[in-house]
């Protein structure tokens, strides 16, 4: 074999061992990248079901308060005495 051929055939078996290598670690590093969003969305869920949690504890105290609290609407009562006056609109308590 010729000078020119022997470096003919080690560059082009030296790129296409090159290019195995690359795409066995771009495949390797897409792996990994597409693990951490699967990490990153169980993380979300699991906040989700906290805030969830939360909020439905909420809401039962809420119930429970307004169950033990007597709770009047005051939006529309205001004092007479003092509208008639031109005065502040104050509700009255």
């Not at 869920?45 to 169950?67: G, P």
Request: charged share 30%.
């Amino acid at each position: 074999m010729s000078q020119a051929s022997k470096l003919t055939l080690l560059g082009t078996s030296l790129f296409a061992l090159g290019t195995v290598v690359f795409v066995h670690y771009q495949q390797k590093a897409e792996q990994e990248a597409m693990h951490q969003g699967v990490i990153r969305d169980m993380e979300q869920q699991r906040i989700k079901r906290e805030r969830q949690a939360d909020f439905d504890m909420q809401r039962a105290l809420e119930a429970e308060y307004k169950k033990d609290q007597s709770v009047r609407d005051t939006t529309g009562e205001m004092d007479p005495a003092l509208s008639k006056r031109g005065g502040l609109n104050v509700p009255v308590r």
